[in-house]
Every structure is written in C-alpha cells, then in structure tokens.
C-alpha cells in the first residue's frame, strides 16, 4: 500500500508541475488548489502507513483480554488436555 500511495503522491506532484498557466474561466486556480490538497492528503495516509498498529493503540491495546478476565483465561487452560505450558522444569544433576 506505501508503494501505491507513493506512487500516487508522485502523480499529483507532476501533474501540479505540469498544469500550464493560463486555462479558461479561472480554472488553474481551482486545479491549483485540489491537486494541493490531494498532496496533502496522501502525504498523511503515508505517514499513517508508516506507525505500525499497535502505536495507533497504545495503551488501549489490551483492554479486551482485560475485560475477559484472569476467569476466562483460568477456564481455558483447564479445557486444555495438557498443562504443559510455560518454561521447562531444571534437570537436576
């Protein structure tokens, strides 16, 4: 999606450059102003693009599994048929 909204920003950048001088009715303004405006807005999607999921979330990121509860993760281990998780035990000499 970065290469196509890159792609994008450079389009409307040449087309800006090359928008000629004088079109009928006051219209070069008009364009002036849109295509601006379309560079700024896929200036911001791409620097949107760039922060990753979850430093849009922040802090908000873990709500859900703390609405759940320690009970619903409690009940999901014992629906589990092996308890084997987490770090192997020592092996002692």
């Given at each position: 999606?970065?290469?196509?909204?890159?792609?994008?920003?450079?389009?409307?950048?040449?087309?800006?450059?090359?928008?000629?001088?004088?079109?009928?009715?006051?219209?070069?303004?008009?364009?002036?102003e849109?295509?601006?405006?379309a560079?700024?807005?896929?200036?911001?999607?791409?620097?949107?693009?760039?922060?990753?999921?979850?430093?849009?979330?922040?802090?908000?990121?873990?709500?859900?599994?703390?609405?759940?509860?320690?009970?619903?993760?409690?009940k999901?281990?014992?629906?589990?048929?092996?308890?084997?998780?987490?770090?192997?035990?020592?092996?002692?000499?």
């Amino acid at each position: 999606m970065k290469q196509e909204l890159a792609a994008l920003k450079n389009i409307l950048d040449q087309t800006l450059d090359t928008l000629p001088e004088n079109l009928p009715e006051n219209r070069t303004a008009r364009c002036r102003e849109l295509l601006a405006s379309a560079l700024a807005l896929t200036g911001d999607l791409l620097k949107q693009a760039k922060t990753p999921s979850a430093v849009a979330l922040g802090r908000k990121g873990g709500q859900a599994s703390a609405q759940k509860g320690s009970d619903y993760f409690r009940k999901l281990a014992a629906k589990r048929k092996t308890h084997g998780g987490g770090r192997p035990r020592k092996e002692s000499d």
